[in-house]
């Protein structure tokens, strides 16, 4: 097994609020319709508990005999990377530009007689150019992953390009559960796939599923605005020291908790199924409304971002055809990151990168940030979002 270094975190939640605002939606039956929407009911959907599953059973099932190396983008989850070395892969690093695209000239001097595979990534639900790349690589005979955990749209349009696609649920849905696999070449009938979830289970999870339906009809959340005081600046510049004190060096393996043998794979991501309640979620949700809800609050919260003080958008607009997981923003410095988590605003970065060259997704690790913009979100959220970065 390939031994890869990851950095260590940056930041603990415990130093922060709970959040106000998260991002993932959280209501579980918004944009549900009645009937079962034919175009995903037919696709041959393949369900794991995560999106890392879906990964992990993809490497399986599309690797080759002999030798196997798999070129993965510098910037990433580790949940992106885990997958490829429990399969026994051995992985490069290609670099990402500042847009997070990919330079086609870099990649194609990475590319050896030994690359066999590459994965491409929608970052955060951009498609712009990643059919095109992905069609010149198989060109070249190598296999393809299109990574469109951040994006929907493209894992459900008619036509698969590369020999997989992989979906996160829970980044669209308010499921507990659920990642998704589209392949090119549909599996056998008799093909081994992963262990459903016992009715037992299931069953404890629709009561679950029914008592947030429950809660969310009878409480009133609280408008953001009215919560707790926001952090300042200079707040968060004075407690950074004592607030990161346990916070290991960069450039360090992270140790997996309990007996798992990785931080982010864990044995049922390789084993289970999703839960058949997420399933039909999935099946029943209305997706041009989720899509214009997410493309309408992006459109919002990016004209209310623009003049931030903290930074500056990623992209200065939505790219085409793009229904966005997060919007993407360039922090100044990290010392912005704390100032939005103390404020109850949950925006996410990828802090636990492996060790590579490229000076584009170290520099992302501090100050890249995903801010939410779900469809679950409503004007009060979207006028609080915009406040937190603008004062």
């Known amino acids: 097994m390939q031994r890869i270094e990851f950095s260590a975190p940056l930041a603990d939640a415990k130093n922060y609020p709970a959040a106000v605002l998260k991002v993932n939606p959280n209501q579980p ?18 369900f794991f508990a995560t999106g890392r599953g879906a990964l992990f059973y993809a490497a399986l099932r599309l690797k080759r005999e002999g030798d196997n190396e798999v070129l993965l983008p510098a910037y990433h989850c580790p949940a992106l990377v885990e997958p490829f070395i429990a399969a026994g892969y051995q992985i490069r690093f290609y670099p990402v530009q500042p847009d997070l695209k990919v330079d086609l000239s870099s990649l194609k001097s990475l590319i050896s007689t030994k690359t066999s595979h590459c994965l491409l990534v929608r970052y955060f639900g951009n498609a712009e150019g990643v059919a095109d790349n992905l069609r010149w690589l198989s060109a070249q005979g190598i296999v393809t992953f299109d990574d469109c955990a951040h994006d929907l749209q493209s894992f459900i349009t008619p036509t ?137 609050h992006a459109a919002q919260l990016m004209k209310g971002l623009a003049g931030s003080p903290l930074g500056s958008l990623l992209w200065p607009q939505l790219p085409p055809a793009c229904a966005p997981y997060v919007i993407p923003f ?32 170290q520099d992302y690790r501090a100050r890249l940030i995903q801010i939410p913009c779900h469809q679950d979100l409503n004007e009060d959220d979207i006028h609080y979002i915009i406040q937190c970065f603008n004062m």
Not at 29 to 46: G, M, R, Y
Not at 197 to 214: A, D, Q, R, T
Not at 227 to 248: D, G, K, L, N
Request: net charge positive; aromatic share 6%.
């Open 29 to 46: 039956l918004a944009h549900s319709t009645l009937f079962a929407n034919p175009v995903l009911k037919n696709q041959k959907l393949q």
């Open 160 to 296: 698969v390009v590369a020999d997989a696609a992989i979906c996160s649920i829970r980044k669209f849905i308010a499921s507990h559960d659920g990642g998704a696999l589209r392949l090119k070449v549909a599996p056998a009938a008799a093909e081994k796939t992963p262990v459903a979830v016992s009715w037992m289970v299931e069953g404890i999870n629709l009561l679950k599923f029914l008592l947030s339906i429950f809660s969310a009809a009878i409480t009133t959340r609280p408008k953001p605005h009215l919560c707790s005081p926001m952090a300042t600046v200079q707040q968060v510049a004075s407690e950074a020291t004592t607030t990161r004190a346990e916070i290991p060096a960069a450039n360090v393996v992270v140790k997996p908790e309990g007996n798992e043998p990785f931080r982010y794979l864990q044995h049922k991501d390789q084993e289970q199924s999703c839960y058949r309640l997420t399933q039909w979620q999935l099946t029943h949700i209305n997706l041009s409304q989720v899509i214009q809800a997410r493309q309408q």
């Open 330 to 361: 360039l922090l100044n410095d990290k010392t912005g990151f704390d100032l939005l988590r103390k404020r109850g605003l949950q925006v996410l970065r990828w802090e636990e990168l492996a060790v590579s060259d490229c000076t584009v997704s």
